[in-house]
């Protein structure tokens, strides 16, 4: 039997202003009822390349599918899609429900059923019914995300598209709310391409991650894949704090070049390796001394900041017996060769 078509197949796309070439020829199907992130740092070309998806922008060159049909020239009002926007953009005179009911009226649908489906997505979005009258501006910034949300599910849309809605928002409430999207991309089966900066927030939801620079993806993978397989030192800066230790062929025998340690097998340039892979002792694996320059408590870790020589590193150890360790002592750390993700760029 043949697959379905994927929900967005995107061929070539390009877009330029002037000599700058904001999204460069990408090429990818998104799969239907996928949770699709894009992650990258600012001027990237995330918006640029969510606007062509969106319909809000037409690309220079390139073209764009929706289940197998060209919809390059079709304008946002007439594709099957909406968008979340950081700003949130609501009409901040209206009423919850007015705004929720907004795209369903723009298309005619008549009052007791768009309050009936307006009262359906404030369940859905996890707000109480009674919020359908009052004024968006008595609702907390959660709650106005929420809002925006259920305005956006209003067309029922089969594609949302989410340009860093939660950036925004502050730290507690930014989690909860990605749980959130996440529930209701499960509830709902809809396509969801969502943009963020944060790879710890594309981890929490996402199906695939696309890690975008200067307008093209460098690596397209699960959330495990882009956390224990980057494919360049861009990608794996947005694990956060990460170990990239420099391989060094001068002496014959590849080594790590900071730690002076034998390397036998390194097939990169360079070694990434994540805080808790580097531990304290030495197992099977290459091993070394390592002063402690600072202790910081993560509650249910411990990170370790360490100096080998030169080279300043960053372990971290699961509270207990082995974070006993104090700044000022030295110590030997080790690291098994399997965690290493190699790189050449
Ligand atoms: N309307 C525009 N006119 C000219 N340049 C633009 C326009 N929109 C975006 N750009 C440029 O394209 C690049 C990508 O921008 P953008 O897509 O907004 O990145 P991101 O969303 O990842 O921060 C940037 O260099 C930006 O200055
Ligand atoms: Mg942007």
């Known amino acids: 039997m043949a697959l379905p078509p994927p929900a967005l197949t995107l061929t070539g796309l390009t877009k330029r202003f002037g000599s700058k070439t904001a999204v460069d020829d990408i090429s990818l199907d998104i799969r239907d009822g996928e949770f699709f992130t894009i992650v990258g740092p600012s001027g990237s070309g995330k918006s640029s390349l969510v606007r062509l998806l969106a319909g809000l922008d037409t690309p220079t060159t390139g073209r764009l599918h929706l289940r197998g049909t060209d919809i390059t020239e079709v304008p946002a009002n007439r594709r099957p899609t909406a968008m979340v926007f950081q700003s949130l953009a609501l009409f901040d005179h209206r009423s919850v429900g007015q705004n929720i009911e907004f795209a369903m009226k723009m298309k005619g649908v008549p009052q007791a059923e768009r309050r009936a489906r307006a009262l359906d997505l404030l369940r859905l979005v996890r707000l109480p019914e009674d919020y359908y009258p009052?004024?968006?501006?008595?609702c907390s910034g959660g709650e106005r995300q929420r809002v925006a949300l259920a305005r956006a599910l209003g067309s029922d849309p089969e594609i949302l598209f989410f340009d860093e809605p939660l950036s925004a928002i502050d730290y507690r409430l930014r989690k909860t709310l990605e749980v959130e999207l996440k529930e209701l991309h499960q509830r709902t089966g809809k396509t969801f391409i969502y943009?963020?900066?944060?790879?710890?927030?594309?981890m929490v939801m996402s199906d695939r991650i696309?890690?975008?620079?200067?307008?093209r993806f460098e690596q397209?993978?699960?959330p495990d894949e882009i956390y224990r397989r980057p494919n360049s030192r861009f990608v794996a800066s947005f694990m956060g704090e990460v170990n990239i230790l420099e391989i060094s062929r001068t002496k014959g025998t590849p080594h790590f070049a900071d730690l002076d340690l034998p390397a036998p097998q390194a097939p990169?340039?360079?070694a990434v390796l994540r805080p808790e892979a580097l531990s304290p002792g030495a197992g099977e694996g290459p091993s070394f001394d390592a002063l402690v320059t600072q202790k910081l408590m993560l509650g249910s870790r411990t990170q370790f900041h360490l100096r080998a020589g030169n080279t300043a590193l960053i372990a971290e150890v699961a509270a207990g017996p082995r974070s006993a360790l104090e700044v000022g002592q030295t110590a030997r750390f080790g690291f098994d060769p399997a965690d290493i993700a190699w790189v050449d760029s």
């Open 134 to 138: 009052r004024p968006v501006t008595q």
């Open 195 to 202: 943009i963020t900066h944060s790879l710890e927030e594309a």
């Open 210 to 215: 696309a890690i975008m620079r200067t307008g």
């Open 220 to 222: 397209i993978g699960t």
């Open 268 to 270: 990169g340039a360079f």
